[in-house]
């Protein structure tokens, strides 16, 4: 079946470094990704979406320059966290789905604490 | 946007029990509903989902049903196992391509022996 793999599965940072997440389609063209972010014993809160080749769509509330996002090709997709602070920790999960095909695929998330 | 609530928070069942959550949402244009399992620390995986076009669906010991017209659908797990315990999250999603699915708040099953 479809799999998404997301790297790394945690990562510790310090507060005010730049921290990216990757992740990759692996036997599927992903043209929408989704990133999510989920917080301690809470549900998964959709920060952006992008598709290939465009710019993101960002979710009330979530900035778009701390949070970049790249799409560039139709099997990778990464957020970056910028100037991190500890705040931004959290969980953080992609979700592809491809044009004509049913269905989300899920990272495996990755664990961001910041220091 | 589409809204979707989830209940009950937390559910504690002894083994072998059936549990049920329940979920509804806002936008009659959504036609997907998928459920998710999320163990601590792992993203979620997909257990059962169901589509607009369909009432009840069913794999094993997991069944969801689906009643557009009061736009709500459970989750129902009968025979459960401790295995069993963890987050489960409902979601929902419209058909237009790019759509991202949103979820519920999530509930924490757990089943003791």
């Known amino acids: 079946g479809a799999v998404v793999s997301q790297h790394p599965s945690w990562v510790i940072c310090k507060s005010g470094t730049s921290v990216k997440i990757e992740c990759r389609s692996l036997d599927f063209q992903a043209t929408t990704m989704f990133w999510y972010r989920q917080f301690p014993k809470q549900s998964l809160m959709l920060m952006a979406t992008s598709n290939e080749g465009s710019k993101a769509t960002y979710e009330q509330g979530v900035e778009k320059d701390k949070f970049l996002i790249n799409h560039a090709s139709l099997t990778l997709s990464t957020l970056t966290v910028t100037s991190a602070h500890p705040e931004d920790s959290s969980f953080y999960i992609c979700?592809?789905?491809?044009?004509?095909?049913?269905?989300?695929?899920f990272g495996s998330g990755t664990r961001l604490t910041v220091v | 946007g589409e809204n979707v609530e989830q209940h009950p928070s937390t559910l504690s069942v002894q083994e072998g029990d059936s549990a049920v959550i329940k979920c509804t949402y806002s936008d009659s244009a959504s036609n997907y509903f998928p459920w998710y399992k999320q163990e601590l620390g792992k993203g979620p995986q997909l257990i059962i989902d169901?589509?607009?076009?369909?009432g009840e669906k069913k794999d094993q010991r997991i069944a969801v049903t689906l009643n557009k017209t009061a736009k709500h659908f459970s989750l129902h797990i009968t025979e459960t196992q401790p295995e069993d315990s963890a987050v489960y999250f409902c979601a929902a999603s419209k058909p237009q391509a790019g759509t991202a699915l949103i979820f519920g708040k999530g509930t924490t099953l757990s089943v003791s022996s």
């Open positions: 169901i589509r607009s076009n369909v």
């Open positions: 979700s592809a789905s491809a044009t004509g095909t049913a269905g989300y695929t």
